[in-house]
Every structure is written in C-alpha cells, then in structure tokens.
Nanobody, 127 residues
Framework: QVQLVESGGGSVQAGGSLRLSCTAS????????MAWIRQAPGKEREGVAD??????????YYVDSVKGRFTITIDRAKNTLYLEMNSLKPEDTAMYYC??????????????????WGRGTQVTVSS
C-alpha cells in the first residue's frame, strides 16, 4: 500500500520561497509518474509539476504558470519528493497535493488522475 505524506506548506509574502516535501512509503520509482497538484478555493485541481521515472532517467514537466519558478526533484534515498517554489505569487495560494501512479497530467495536458494521493499541505501567499 502506497502512502504519501506532504509537509512544508505555510504562509509567505509575495516573492518568498517554500519547499514542499512528500514522503512516500511502499512506492517503486520505475516507469511511473509522481506529481504535485494544487487546488485553490472554488477552482479545479491543477497539475503543477510532474516527474516521470523512465528507464533511461527522470523527466520533469511544469505548467506554464510556474516554469522558471518551481522545481520538482526526487531523493530516492529518503523516499521523498520535493517541490521548490521561488518567487511566489498570490495566485500560487492553494492546497498542494502529492500524487503517484498514473499518467503524468502536466505532460499530457489532462486532468490529474492518480491512484494515490496525500492529504495536502496549504500554501498561502500574501501580497
């Protein structure tokens, strides 16, 4: 059974930075996608960043609104997925979820649909 637990959310001012962490248990990093997805109040879930664990290496994908500001990385030794967020904007305010096992939604341009989800961590950016 895969379990995902997010941490690292908080409140920051615009222009600030946060690093989100997602600790995974029972997960195999092979030919699969992990992702960060966010949901703002009154809005649908939006894929923010994907990382695909391919045979030849990892590939990352970002939604246009966060390119150049957010970075998704994996530390296999710690079983932890990260999302480094810089130059944060008020429109980044949302609940951020870690997800695994599914089609990379940002790469595919599809609605995030994964088999496993964490409970989320809140990010609030004030102007």
């Amino acid at each position: 059974q895969v379990q995902l637990v997010e941490s690292g959310g908080g409140s920051v001012q615009a222009g600030g930075s946060l690093r989100l962490s997602c600790t995974a248990s029972g997960y195999t990093y092979r030919r699969d996608c992990m992702a960060w997805i966010r949901q703002a109040p009154g809005k649908e879930r939006e894929g923010v960043a994907d990382i695909y664990f391919g045979v030849g290496g990892d590939s990352t994908y970002y939604v246009d609104s966060v390119k150049g500001r957010f970075t998704i990385t994996i530390d296999r030794a710690k079983n932890t997925l990260y999302l480094e967020m810089n130059s944060l904007k008020p429109e980044d305010t949302a609940m951020y979820y870690c997800a695994a096992q599914g089609r990379c939604s940002v790469r595919a341009g599809t609605t995030p649909t994964y088999n496993y989800w964490g409970r989320g961590t809140q990010v609030t950016v004030s102007s």
